[in-house]
């Protein structure tokens, strides 16, 4: 027996309709320890495909299904906040409308945080842009231990966002997501790691995370520039980073999202091959 948890399902006008019903059937039909509830949040209007889409996935669901639509859109970090109000669970998994959850994630995930973890990721398996997504893609493994999600955190996020499960109740006693773009997770997690909150990843890879065709152009330009400054400042001013520490992050991470796309494609996946061989 394991205590019941929510999924919580994120969805703006931007998604696509099909990658929407595979991601939500994965969390739903595939798993081999079901949710008690799936809280999909509407983060503003969204076009008759995928307004008709969600319809269809509420009525058809074989777990009951709350929805949260708020009139405009508001942010993943407000939506996400929205949803978890809504969530009747302490325990909460996040899912993403475009990625795939393999079917052991929830029966491998829940039982940690059952047993005492307050926040579990697992690694990640980056495919394309095919709809069902079962070609070998590249595997990103986060840092697996405490010690370890504690010391990456100074310099990058410790956990991959669509793969965690936490309890709910620990996020709030941080300040839940706070608005900053592109960055609410790692600005989240770091808040975690210095609350003290009891963390792991698991190396298997739970979850098929969609990279599209724009995903290496979203880790750059002058909004997350922005973004990542304001983090930056966020860390240091909180005293989670020393003033060394800082200097780097903000000339290496800053440096990395003004770097033409393909040069930015290469540097980082050359440094999760050198993070998986490390």
Do not use: K
């Amino acid at each position: 027996m394991t205590s019941p948890f929510s999924v919580l399902l994120p969805v703006y006008r931007g998604d696509r309709p099909d990658y929407l019903r595979r991601a939500f059937r994965s969390v739903v039909d595939d798993q081999e320890l079901r949710p008690a509830e799936v809280v999909v949040v509407r983060d503003g209007p969204v076009g008759a495909e995928l307004a008709e889409a969600l319809a269809e996935l509420t009525s058809q669901s074989v777990v009951p299904v709350v929805r949260v639509d708020l009139e405009e859109n508001v942010g993943l970090a407000l939506a996400l906040e929205a949803g978890l109000a809504a969530c009747s669970h302490e325990i909460v998994a996040r899912q993403d409308a475009d990625d795939i959850s393999r079917p052991r994630r929830f029966a491998v995930q829940v039982p940690l945080v059952v047993g005492g973890l307050d926040v579990v990721g697992s690694a990640i398996e980056e495919f394309g842009s095919d709809l069902d997504g079962e070609t070998p893609g590249l595997v990103r493994v986060p840092p697996l231990s405490a010690r370890e999600i504690a010391e990456t955190s100074r310099f990058a996020s410790p956990f991959n966002h669509p793969t965690v499960v936490y309890r709910r109740s620990v996020v709030a006693a941080v300040g839940g997501y706070e608005d900053l773009p592109l960055m609410e997770d790692y600005w989240l997690f770091a808040r975690l790691v210095a609350h003290g909150a009891r963390m792991a990843n698991v190396p298997e890879p739970l979850v098929r995370y969609r990279v599209g065709a724009g995903a290496y152009a979203r880790r750059g330009g002058s909004t997350l520039l922005r973004s990542e400054l304001e983090l930056q400042r966020r860390l240091r001013r909180e005293g989670f980073t020393t003033l060394g520490q800082a200097a780097r992050n903000v000339a290496v991470r800053g440096g990395y999202r003004l770097v033409p796309e393909t040069l930015r494609r290469s540097l980082y996946q050359t440094w999760i091959r050198l993070r998986r061989s490390g």
